[in-house]
């Protein structure tokens, strides 16, 4: 064994140059396992029975015959189910989304809902028995309609405030020179990320440990913890790699039921979700029918600006899509109103997916600010510059920055907007009339509280230890390059061990705030360690570790606004006598914090805009009212963007470190896909003279509108 001696020349630079995924060359020769294909002695599956009503009561659950199939070992249902505690609050400081608790009474809220688990030697035994296995109902009406008019819809506190109201918004309407007053719907969306959810749960030596995928195992072992009644020490969850969460991957039903059959069974069980059961039971984003109205005066400023969304949430969970939030920092106005409303429905619960509330909301938003540039006569960038606020609008707080019009002057440099004529559907080009569109993107920069290990090795490598989840994103790569410039060593001496929750509570992969978390917590961990290491002094066999804790340190982020923003362009060709919509290039801007790994985060800037695409042009989940179940739940019904779809995409960042935070992060997961799809129906607007105020902008919604149709 060699021995490392302490204290050479420090070594950074690693934060900002791009590098490759370190598991990269796992993933590329399948070296890298993923939940469902972790092999496990003596393993039992678990397969899931959904309902096949939108509303009722479970009247019988006819196990006998199934339970005399080949290799069936036992069926959980309501009747025989372990009872979970729901009734708590969790690491994320909120109520658990109930609907992961299954099997806990005879209720059937929606369709696809779970009515029991059967559980045999092999998943073929297990599927073809789930899907023998009578279970009777009591119907009952059932109502998935989502309007915007609908009385019982009301305003909910999310993570934020069902309402904000300042001034007199009627008035400042009615002294308005120009007003936007106009109603926009965005769909039913899906995650549709590529691995599907997966859990084995087994009970090894008093301790219950899963084997997961998901964004958080500290997150997911403490509601593990919490609905079973077990003792934190006796929950641990690992989950390696994760193809794709966008929010869906927390506390399920797979996960749930798992572990019930593992304690009923005393054996390994695990439960793997088809893509059409992800349909109904891993969340979704809510449809939202959103008004918009705005006020200004022949200078563009705003007078008013009234933003209420509505989306659609289960009667199992009331969960909030606040569409409306993004309008409490984009824009002020004299008099300004906010209200994210939600009507409860016999579907499945909505959750959070990639910038839950933004994403649609500033489809909204934007567009009408584009509606308004034009009645102004006003340039749409210029629009949007002379409403820059000094603070923001409801809270007052001033901006940790606000590099706004920075990314706009930069992205009208690169897309060529200047001399832009402003007219729509002037733009011919063959079959195709052109357009271009632009819209502005915000997402909060916040971060969650995080510990981390990091131990100087014998050897003079170093390991750093963290309940992380790289979902896809980079966060491993983009900690390695954050660890190796805090401990002043090249990235090759820096080994990141992530996704278990032994290693210690650690902020989710959500909300864009993970690898920010993250960082931060290693930082503290590995700065320290450097302190403590005597100059040229020897490391002992055992290592020398130090751990940090975020919790306190994480007071610096309060009393600002702190948010990622962004400005989006887009060019679209329509051909009017079919419906086709192309994007044919996009380039977003970003202000979004220190960047740790160019490479992966142009990648998720990319995505985001490329889901900002999809949005625009391509995905709706659509329910039929008959069955109140969705036409088509797999990947040939439910469209996202191909390849063939997506043009080339440019998305480049201005300099923005965040001074509060020990590295400068902000987060970028999510900003990339906040006013994507306004931008192109934006520039469907400048193509075509016709405003496309419903999400998907589909070809025949196109070919109705130029017939003069209201679509
Ligand atoms: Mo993201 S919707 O916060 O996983």
Redo the contacts with the bound molecule.
């Keep these: 064994m060699t021995t490392a001696t302490t204290g050479v020349t420090p070594i950074t630079g690693a934060v900002g140059t791009a590098h490759t995924r370190v598991e990269g060359r796992a993933k590329v020769t399948g070296a890298a396992r993923y939940a469902g294909e972790i092999p496990f002695a003596e393993l039992a599956h678990g397969w899931l029975a959904l309902s096949t009503v939108s509303r009722g009561r479970i009247l019988s659950v006819e196990t006998g015959p199934v339970l005399a199939m080949p290799g069936v070992l036992t069926v959980l249902h309501h009747g025989n189910a372990p009872r979970l505690d729901t009734d708590y609050i969790g690491m994320l400081g909120v109520p658990p989304d109930p609907t992961a608790a299954v099997f806990q009474n005879d209720r059937v809220p929606h369709a696809g809902w779970p009515v029991a688990l059967v559980v045999a030697e092999t998943p073929e035994q297990a599927r073809e028995a789930a899907e023998a296995l009578v279970v009777t109902y009591e119907r009952e009406p059932h109502d998935i309609e989502l309007t915007a008019g609908r009385p019982d819809a009301h305003p909910v506190d999310g993570h934020m405030p069902g309402m904000t109201e300042k001034g007199d918004i009627e008035a400042e309407l009615a002294a308005s020179a120009h007003v936007v007053d106009e109603e926009y719907t965005t769909p039913e969306e899906h995650h549709a990320m590529m691995e599907p959810h997966a859990a084995t749960a087994l009970w090894d030596g008093g301790r219950l440990e899963v084997v997961d995928s998901n964004?958080g195992t500290t997150w997911v072992a403490d509601e593990l913890t919490r609905m079973f009644s077990l003792d934190p020490s006796a929950v641990r969850v690992r989950s390696e790699h994760i193809g794709g969460?966008?929010?869906?991957k927390g506390v399920r039903a797979h996960q749930v039921s798992a572990v019930m059959a593992a304690t009923v069974l005393q054996r390994p069980v695990r439960v793997v979700l088809t893509r059409r059961q992800m349909f109904s039971l891993t969340g979704y984003r809510s449809p939202t029918a959103q008004r918009v109205r705005l006020g200004a005066g022949t200078d563009g400023r705003l007078r008013a600006l009234d933003h209420r969304s509505v989306n659609q949430t289960s009667t199992v969970w009331e969960f909030v899509e606040p569409s409306a939030g993004v309008a409490r920092v984009m824009y002020d106005a004299d008099a300004h109103r906010t209200s994210n409303e939600v009507v409860r429905l016999d579907v499945p619960s909505p959750t959070?997916?990639?910038?839950?509330g933004e994403a649609p909301g500033s489809f909204a938003l934007e567009a009408a600010l584009d509606e308004l540039a034009e009645r102004c006569g006003i340039d749409p960038i210029e629009l949007r510059l002379r409403n820059e606020p000094e603070r923001g609008p409801v809270s007052g707080l001033p901006f940790a920055g606000r590099n706004l019009a920075a990314c706009f002057r930069e992205g009208a440099r690169r897309f060529g907007w200047a001399g832009r004529d402003p007219r729509p559907g002037t733009r011919r080009e063959g079959r195709w009339l052109l357009g271009t569109g632009t819209a502005a993107a915000s997402f909060p920069a916040g971060a969650l509280p995080s510990t981390a290990s990091v131990t100087a090795e014998a050897d003079g490598t170093h390991t750093v230890r963290i309940a992380a989840a790289d979902?896809g994103t980079g966060a491993r790569t983009a900690l390695t390059l954050v660890a190796a410039d805090a401990l002043g060593v090249a990235t090759d001496r820096v080994r990141v061990r992530i996704g278990d929750s032994d290693f210690g509570p650690a902020g989710?992969?959500?909300?864009?705030m993970g690898t920010r978390s993250w960082a931060w917590a290693i930082t503290a961990a590995a700065r320290e360690l450097r302190d403590r290491l005597v100059p040229g002094g020897t490391i002992p066999p055992e290592g020398v570790t130090v751990r940090s804790d975020t919790t306190a340190a994480l007071g610096a982020l309060a009393q600002k606004e702190r948010h990622s923003f962004g400005a989006q362009f887009a060019e679209v060709a329509v051909d009017v006598t079919t419906g086709e919509v192309r994007v044919r290039r996009m380039l977003g801007i970003f202000a979004a914090g220190r960047i740790v790994n160019p490479l992966t985060a142009r990648g998720q800037l990319v995505g985001g805009m490329t889901w900002g695409i999809s949005m625009a042009l391509h995905e709706e989940a659509v329910r039929d009212r008959a069955s109140g179940g969705l036409y088509g739940p797999d990947l040939a019904g439910y469209h996202v963007a191909g390849h063939a779809d997506v043009p080339e995409i440019e998305a480049d960042w201005v300099d923005d470190p965040d001074p509060e935070d020990p590295v400068g992060i902000k987060g970028i997961?999510?900003v990339g896909i906040v006013g994507a799809a306004a931008a192109v129906a934006n520039a469907v607007w400048h193509a075509t003279g016709v405003r496309h105020r419903n999400l998907p902008i589909r070809p025949d919604r196109v070919l109705r509108a130029q017939g003069g149709a209201r679509v």
């Design positions: 964004q969460g966008f929010g869906s959070w997916m990639r910038g839950p979902i989710i992969a959500g909300g864009s997961g999510e």
